[in-house]
């Protein structure tokens, strides 16, 4: 019988680790493993290993160690901070476009699951398409109850995703305040207005088909706000609130002069990359391999291909690694959780590559 403390390795996939405790009920155990993370399993899945003799493919935590005080934690921490050496950032130039000139900021709504809108979550991102920088705020609420849902920085030419929205969250969407402080690093710019916008969203778009559209920023259809446009609408139908009878009869007799729209156009991105993690494709020959030798092989290829593309921002990266078990899935999905936890990843399209692919893009 497992009990806690026992060195455990999986039977049905790679690792192993420490027991923290156990649950005699469900017939569950709680592994921690060399990463810190604790994995519920059923303790048939799992067998004890002797953590002197017998060698595995995690390093072995030493629970006998005794602890470091709080002061010497804290006097650790200030020596590490002393000596650790200054990180340099090679940051990409910014590429600017004389359309970039003009302020162009856009809330977008894309679907977890286009064809399930009755009950599907919501992924809300905010776009500048400007050679601006921006400081942003996101505020929502009802009912007089007001919170910030996101805050933060945003370069310019780049969209990030600010949260998660469930269902059940949307009468909270229905009314949004946008704060925008717009402005550029190292260089002489024309100051733009301070953004304060009040905007209002049907709960009822997010259940109709038609309010998704195909659009230059995503794959798949998004809603999309133009949040400078609406504030000039805005402005616009407060003027005429407040233009007199005299004023409108005036102007019904001028001839309206038409304004070509503007076209603006986005930098071009780059192809995305594919790479397949299948071990024949990395390997002439598996023979004399274990299993856990050949997940190392493919998890290498995962680094090399990241390290490669760190400095192309907006890089997206197709990793294909197969239905299988899941066991190479799930190491990549930990690594781009703690390793790579600034880049965005998510299921790759369902159309090309099934449940068998992951697409990664670099931030």
């Keep these: 019988m497992i009990k ?9 996939a790679v690792g192993g680790g420490i027991v923290t405790r156990v649950d005699e009920v469900k017939k569950m155990v709680f592994v ?37 005080s709080s002061v010497e934690q804290v006097q650790n921490l200030v020596n590490e901070t002393q000596n650790a050496k200054p990180e340099t950032r090679n940051e990409e130039p910014i590429i600017e476009t004389p359309e970039g000139e003009t302020l162009k900021v856009l809330l977008a709504f894309s679907s977890i699951d286009i064809k399930q809108l009755q009950t599907t979550s919501y992924e809300c991102y905010l776009i500048n398409d400007s050679n601006y920088y921006l400081f942003y705020n996101v505020v929502n609420g009802e009912n007089d109850a007001w919170k910030s849902v996101a805050n933060g920085l945003i370069e310019p030419n780049m969209q990030e995703l600010l949260t998660e929205i469930k ?9 949004i305040r946008v704060q925008l402080i717009p402005f550029k690093q ?8 301070v953004i304060d916008f009040n905007l209002k969203i049907n709960a009822v778009k997010f259940y109709k088909l038609h309010s998704f559209t195909t659009n230059e920023y995503f794959d798949e259809p998004a809603m999309l706000i133009d949040i400078i446009t609406e504030k000039e609408k805005e402005a616009e139908n407060k003027k005429l609130t407040d233009i007199s009878p005299e004023e409108i009869k005036q102007a019904m007799f001028q001839k309206e002069e038409t304004r070509r729209p503007r076209i603006f156009k986005r930098p071009q991105v780059a192809e995305i990359i594919e790479v397949d993690l299948h071990i024949n494709e990395l390997l002439d020959t598996t023979a004399g391999l274990s299993n856990a030798a050949m997940l190392q092989c493919q998890l290498d290829k995962f680094h090399a291909v990241l390290d490669e593309n760190k400095n192309r921002k907006g890089q997206k990266i197709v990793f294909i690694h197969g239905k299988g078990e899941g066991v190479l899935r799930k190491e990549i999905e930990k690594l781009l959780k703690t390793r790579y936890k600034t880049y965005y990843f998510q299921d790759a399209s369902f159309r090309e590559y099934g449940f068998g692919a992951t697409m990664v893009t670099i931030k």
Excluded: M
Aim: charged residues 35%; hydrophobic residues 30%; negative net charge.
């Design 4 to 12: 806690k403390g026992d060195t455990v390795r999986f039977l049905s």
């Design 32 to 68: 921690e493993d060399a990463d810190g993370f604790e994995i519920p399993v059923l303790e048939r899945e799992c067998v004890v290993i002797d953590a002197i003799n017998e060698e595995t493919n995690f390093p072995k935590k030493d629970f006998k160690t005794k602890p470091a």
């Design 167 to 175: 269902k059940e969250e949307l009468s909270a969407w229905e009314q």
């Design 186 to 193: 190292g260089k002489n710019y024309t100051p733009q207005s």
